[in-house]
């Protein structure tokens, strides 16, 4: 860990130790900002997570998506009623006041700009799915985190199922192969998985791990996304599009099953355990290559079902990024 890493985790640990770590989310427009404080906020709740609560937030929202102007009012009319949340003017006052920032808003596409105000605030960061609105953006954010020395994590809720964890942590053997199915519905203002396959995309690298070197876009029977994925080592990995959550690994100590939904509380509690202690539950390396999976997959699909390098994806999105 870098000095300016160590000194923010040294800084923030003996914070938490006196009073509950303050969070100051930027994007009331999801349910998952009433959700996150609902387990924050509730020590009655059986997933409560201790430690930490929300304590300002700045509204935003988009304008142009339906599911942001319809809902951020309500949701922001319950964090302020229900959970005693102040509404801040600006994304830099919310900053200021607060130990911690998580980004909540449900467009991808703000998030670059509003992770911005964040990384220049010094404050450690988790940003909901989907990281960005762009492979380019995802790699500008981690850019700039990484010349200022903040750290920022990401990560669907997907990734901290029970045995999705179990098998991360090796209870098949090495990974072979797996599948896994999420829904994936579509924005049209994003690339096709960005928006809600990357959930079930979370849950395939969080058990294939990094190494996936190129990506074939098919579908199923049904006209359902197929996104088979070609591992080094001759390892596979499928993503499908389906009604649920669910999928199986297949190790050489034996088979899984993975991908289920076990609520958001295992998520919350990694996003607190990382501001306290500056430590990146994910590296950014594998989140850069699940992205560059999923934009692969928009590739491929452009081209008529071609087998798209993940190299090639990467290479065309650096190339648009700001420079240092």
């Known amino acids: 860990m870098n000095a300016p890493l160590l000194f923010l985790g040294m800084t923030l640990a003996t914070a938490a130790l006196a009073a509950d770590l303050r969070i100051g989310m930027i994007g009331l427009d999801t349910s998952h ?9 509730n020590p009655k709740a059986k997933d409560h997570v201790a430690g930490a609560r929300i304590v300002g937030a700045f509204k935003g929202g988009s304008p142009d998506l339906e599911t942001s102007r319809s809902r951020v009012e309500g949701f922001t009319k319950t964090l302020q009623e229900k959970y005693g949340v102040k509404l801040y003017d600006s994304m830099e006052a919310l900053c200021r006041d607060v130990d911690a920032v998580m980004i909540e808003s449900v467009d991808g596409r703000v998030h670059l700009e509003q992770a911005r105000v964040a990384i220049a605030a010094r404050r450690p960061l988790f940003i909901d799915k989907p990281l960005a609105g762009s492979l380019r953006d995802v790699l ?17 809720s997907l990734r901290y199922g029970i045995t999705t964890q179990a098998v991360r942590a090796g209870a098949v053997g090495r990974v072979l192969s797996a599948e896994c199915t999420s829904p994936a519905s579509l924005e049209k203002t994003h690339p096709d998985l960005f928006w809600y396959g990357v959930h079930g995309c979370e849950a395939l690298f969080t058990v294939m791990g990094t190494g996936c070197e190129s990506v074939r876009r098919s579908a199923t029977t049904d006209g359902r996304i197929e996104v088979t994925g070609q591992w080094k080592g001759g390892r596979t990995g499928v993503f499908r599009e389906g009604k649920g959550y669910s999928g199986k690994a297949v190790g050489d100590k034996g088979e899984s099953p993975v991908g289920a939904f076990d609520g958001y509380a295992p998520l919350v509690a990694q996003a607190v355990g990382f501001f306290k202690t500056g430590k ?11 992205f560059a999976f999923m934009e692969a997959a928009d590739e491929s699909k452009r081209q008529g079902g071609k087998e798209v ?15 240092p």
Not at 140 to 156: H, T
């Open 140 to 156: 500008e954010i981690f850019r700039l985190a990484q010349a200022a020395g903040v750290p920022v994590f990401s990560s669907s």
């Open 280 to 290: 990146v539950p994910v590296p950014p390396e594998e989140t850069i290559e699940l």
């Open 33 to 41: 900002s009433v959700a996150f404080a609902e387990i924050l906020h």
């Open 309 to 323: 390098r993940l190299a090639d994806v990467l290479a065309k999105a650096r190339a648009r990024t700001s420079t």
